[in-house]
């Protein structure tokens, strides 16, 4: 990692652009199962992508209310460094995963991140949730950081406004930062020029 903010490339497709986010710099990639969503792949494709990239990035699975059998389908045939949960998964069963977890919450919601101690809490759209690329008011999120969570910012980040995201936040780093729609070009394939300046905006915010 070249910086305190973990920056998190979401809702990689194909193995160039995997490929992509880790020449730029990332941190993170993340691999959608979530059944309906147009960044699904299936888990020939998820083989693929961590054939080209295992060993220089951590790799996240993402899901919603699946089943522990689902989930543990996936991770026996890909490896991934942790899981990524979108539903309404209680902390009893956030705890069975064996592995880390990053629970996914729409906004800064106080009393659902009371519900996960301990575990990163990414935070996306209040309403709309993750994969849109919906902008809100991600300052939200101070006191959560402030308090000592381990937050993710996500929802409508994109090169051009993740630097005053930031900014706005003050001397309070998240943990990390996620970004999807915001590096895409058609059907939803990454533009590596997009991602790379993503993470130059990220580095340059931090460092300032």
Not at 21 to 29: F, N, Q, R, S, T
Not at 178 to 199: L, M, N, Q, S, Y
Request: proline share 4%; hydrophobic share 40%.
């Amino acid at each position: 990692m070249s910086g305190s903010i973990r920056i998190k490339v979401c809702g990689i497709t194909h193995p160039d652009d995997a490929q992509a986010a880790v020449d730029a710099g990332a941190d993170l990639i993340g691999l959608n199962f979530i059944a309906g969503s147009p960044r699904r792949i299936d888990v020939r494709r998820a083989e693929e992508i961590c054939r080209r990239v295992g060993g220089r990035v951590e790799r996240v699975a993402l899901f919603r209310d699946s089943s522990w059998d689902e989930m543990e389908r996936v991770i026996r045939r890909i490896e991934v460094e942790r899981v990524q949960l979108h539903g309404d998964e209680a902390p009893e069963e956030v705890e069975l995963v064996d592995l880390p977890v990053i629970k996914a919450l729409r906004g800064a919601d106080r009393e659902a991140a009371e519900r996960y101690p301990g575990t990163i809490l990414l935070l996306d759209h209040p309403t709309d949730g993750g994969g849109r690329g919906r902008t809100w008011n991600w300052s939200e999120a101070a006191p959560l950081i402030e308090e000592g969570y381990d937050v993710i910012l996500a929802g409508g980040l994109d090169p051009s406004n993740v630097g005053g995201v930031l900014a706005d936040l003050g001397d309070l780093l998240p943990w990390g930062v996620d970004v999807a729609t915001g590096v895409e070009r058609d059907e939803h394939r990454k533009d590596a020029a997009r991602i790379a300046a993503f993470i130059e905006a990220v580095r340059k915010a931090e460092g300032a």
